[in-house]
């Protein structure tokens, strides 16, 4: 029970640590990023280059998402744009499973000691925000090596062994469980460190690991609709398509899953090797394959979600977005935009005003 118990804070630990990172990049270089994304939508390429950085520094896909949905619902680029940013974003998100899968164990007392100083004596500033990034990435570090701590129990006990068996053999159940756990946990990117750190413990076998990789690839994308579900049409445009994307690729990649050990112990035999590898593959091949179409389910999630009729009321906001209160730079960002609109709006009627005067 005990261990139990230590696996599940070490979960929520990994889930704290990318909420800490996102909230703290956010806060720090928000509307730098959206600078980024909104320079980097008028090649593809450069679009999904612009996505993995982005994503990158994140953590999150997810929030990648939310701020190119916000671009797309204000008007400011176009709806195939946004889906090649979010092509590059799920590449991102699997690089930085590449790199959180190292031993970094050295690096998180570092990182720690490092943020909560940095954070408590300039905690107003931007250096303390910085702090506050560096403390959430040791705080990832260290629930990946608390996880695997709290698994080596659990490999030998028989009721653990014998619940795991379940899933065995039952792909649509694996499926599934990915694509909850990454919806329970807001973080598609926790959910495949921790079964690369269960299948590394032999407390899940390769094959599920696999399968759940693959649920939480498609889960991360369901999160994104779900967050945009209130929103206007534009807005929602970019996460259906990239679901769309990630449902096409699982329905093509799921067949295959069977062979897929064999072809990854090419590039590593270590069970937690092949889980990243895969991860990794699976969205570069997802890149790759989908990049040249997004005009076209651009065009599809457009008929689908059509954009409301422009209000002919001037006093309606237009660059307000609900979905960036939560991120004061951005927020701010987007009330500038909408007093300087507001601006322009007071000067026609004011030059208006004196030519009927006159």
Known sequence: MTALLNLLAAIAL???????????????????????????????????????????????????ALLVSSFVGQGLIATSAALTV?????????????????????????????????Y?????????????IALGLGVMILALQLITQ??????????????????????????????????????????????????????????????????????SGLLAVLTT?????????????????????AAVAAPLLAMMPSWLALLGAEPKAMVVNFHLLFNVALAIAFVPFTGHFARLVERWLPAPPAPDLPGTPRHLDATALGTPALAIGNAAREAIRLADVVQDMLGGLLATLK
């Open 229 to 249: 579900l209130k929103a206007e049409a534009p807005v929602r445009r970019v996460p259906v398509g990239n679901l769309l994307f990630k449902l096409i690729a």
């Open 120 to 132: 408590l004596s300039r905690r107003k500033e931007v250096t303390g925000q910085a702090g506050k």
């Open 86 to 118: 979010m092509l590059g974003a799920d590449v991102g998100t699997a690089i930085m499973v590449q790199v959180f899968a190292l031993n970094l164990s050295w690096l998180a007392p570092l990182l720690i000691v490092a943020g909560v100083v940095t």
């Open 14 to 64: 990994l889930v704290w640590g990318t909420h800490i990172v996102r909230t703290g990049v956010l806060r720090v270089f928000g509307a730098r990023l959206r600078q980024v994304l909104h320079a980097g939508v008028e090649r593809r390429w450069r679009a999904v280059a612009a996505g993995i950085g982005v994503t990158g520094v994140l953590q999150s896909s997810t929030a990648t």
């Open 150 to 219: 709290a698994t080596a129990p659990l490999a030998q006990a028989v009721g653990v062994q014998v619940l795991f068996a379940q899933l065995t053999g039952d792909l649509m159940l694996d499926i599934a469980i990915g694509v909850l756990a990454a919806v329970a946990s807001y973080s598609g990117l926790a959910v495949v460190l921790l079964t690369a750190t269960l299948a590394a413990s032999k407390v899940i076998t390769v094959d599920v690991a696999l399968a759940i990789v693959l649920g939480a690839n498609l889960g």
